[in-house]
């Protein structure tokens, strides 16, 4: 078993920036491919990023346009997602995901389906 813990959401003007993490504990040793979604209010769950077990390949929703980049630490079974030129669009529940599998690619990092683990989330808000 393996849980998943976000944090460093909170409150951020636009066009500020923040920084994720989301902390894996327990069965870590076949931790895979990770992804960032999101939920915005009275919208459904949305792809943010994703990076495979060895940092080698890395993905992002086409709203990303450069302004987030993930990474990863496995040494200390944490991954972050930075985010910069953050607008008020982008408010939302961000939530991590840990997949079994290390490397998917592009179709299959974008489902939630690839994903076993499910953190509870951080809040983003981001004011105008």
């Known amino acids: 078993q393996v849980q998943l813990v976000e944090s460093g959401g909170g409150l951020v003007q636009a066009g500020g920036s923040l920084r994720l993490s989301c902390a894996a504990s327990?069965?870590?040793?076949?931790?895979?491919?990770v992804g960032w979604f999101r939920r915005a209010p009275g919208k459904g769950r949305e792809f943010v990023a994703a990076i495979n077990r060895n940092a080698d390949e890395a993905y992002y929703g086409d709203f990303v346009k450069g302004r987030f980049a993930i990474s990863r630490d496995n040494l200390k079974n944490t991954v972050y997602l930075q985010m910069s030129s953050l607008k008020p669009e982008d408010t939302a529940v961000y939530y991590c995901a840990l997949s079994n599998t290390f490397y998917l690619n592009r179709n299959l990092v974008t489902s939630e389906a690839s994903y076993f683990y499910w953190g509870q989330g951080t809040p983003v808000t981001v004011s105008s």
């Open positions: 327990g069965r870590t040793s076949s931790n895979g491919a």
